[in-house]
């Protein structure tokens, strides 16, 4: 078969909040950060500053709590970054955070872009630093004590949990969408799962 | 008579591919637009191919596009 044409992706989708203020931060814009940001910033400095094992336990808990509400709490349906004087506002869509920028404004674009660069950039240090530090505690497993352990993976992993979770509303929103067009464009499917990923072989005749 | 064939693949953290083949020219760019316009963002810049710029006369009624997802700029 020969080739129409072709686009190779450039970042994620702009799906879990947690990135997106590191983003956001790292580019020196701001952003109306919901509430529940500026407690998990709270919590991490408090874990530490905590000295003596129970209090870095029960901070480690505290933080744990908090980034379980990344997952279960309602995200804002609509953001407004400010980028050296100017705004954009975001609205969540399909479980994830997009605007609609005109074309002729390349300003806006490019700052646009660094947003989803840095975004993609932080999303692999974050997934980066669970394996690591999932795997320092299995090494140190032998040292700490299972209360410690506990609330050290209960973090990573409430950390984890949060961004699968959000992807996975991406996902459960993007492929709903998916499969109704196909259909109505008069389109047979056949879905099936590659790994971790749903493959769609749409046929028309 | 031809099939007009798209693969879609979505993963796990949201981000779409797709590859079409065997449908021509500016009807590739259109379905595409239809199905997808909605979730990928700067679909108006793949990368055309010179199969694309080819009149239908003379393409062999092989078309494929191949694209991955963005968001953040773009499509609401």
């Known amino acids: 078969m020969s080739t129409c044409y072709t686009q190779t992706q450039l970042n994620l989708s702009l799906t879990n909040v947690l990135c997106l203020d590191m983003a956001i931060s790292e580019a020196g814009w701001t952003w109306n950060r919901p509430k529940l940001l500026e407690e998990i910033r709270s919590a991490r400095q408090a874990v530490s500053a ?66 989803t660069n840095l975004y993609s950039r932080n999303m692999e240090k974050i997934n980066l630093e669970i394996q690591q530090t999932l795997d ?42 998916i499969e109704e067009k196909l259909v109505a464009r008069g389109f047979e499917i056949r879905k099936r799962m590659v790994g971790k990923k749903i493959v769609y072989q749409a046929v028309r005749r | 008579m031809s099939e007009e064939n798209i693969q879609i693949i979505v993963h796990d953290d949201g981000r779409i591919e797709f590859e079409t083949h065997d449908i021509k020219g500016e009807a590739c760019m259109k379905e595409l637009e239809e199905i997808l316009g909605q979730l990928v963002d700067d679909l108006e810049q793949a990368t055309k191919t010179s199969e694309y710029h080819e009149s239908p006369s003379t393409r062999k009624n092989t078309n494929q596009t191949k694209n991955q997802q963005t968001t953040g700029s773009g499509s609401p």
Do not use: C, F, H, W
């Open chain 1, 50 to 115: 905590a000295e003596g094992t129970q209090n870095i336990i029960a901070a480690n808990k505290s933080l744990a709590n908090l980034l379980n509400s990344l997952s279960t709490d309602t995200l804002p349906q609509s953001i407004t970054i400010n980028m050296n004087g100017s705004q954009i506002q975001l609205k969540r869509s399909r479980g994830a955070y997009t605007t609609m920028v005109p074309l002729q404004q390349s300003g806006l674009q490019n700052q646009l872009k660094q947003i």
């Open chain 1, 136 to 177: 320092s505690l299995e090494l140190q497993k032998d040292i700490l004590s299972a209360e410690q352990l506990e609330s050290l993976r209960g973090v990573i992993q409430s950390e984890q949990q949060a961004i699968q979770n959000t992807n996975q509303e991406r996902v459960i929103e993007v492929t709903k969408e």
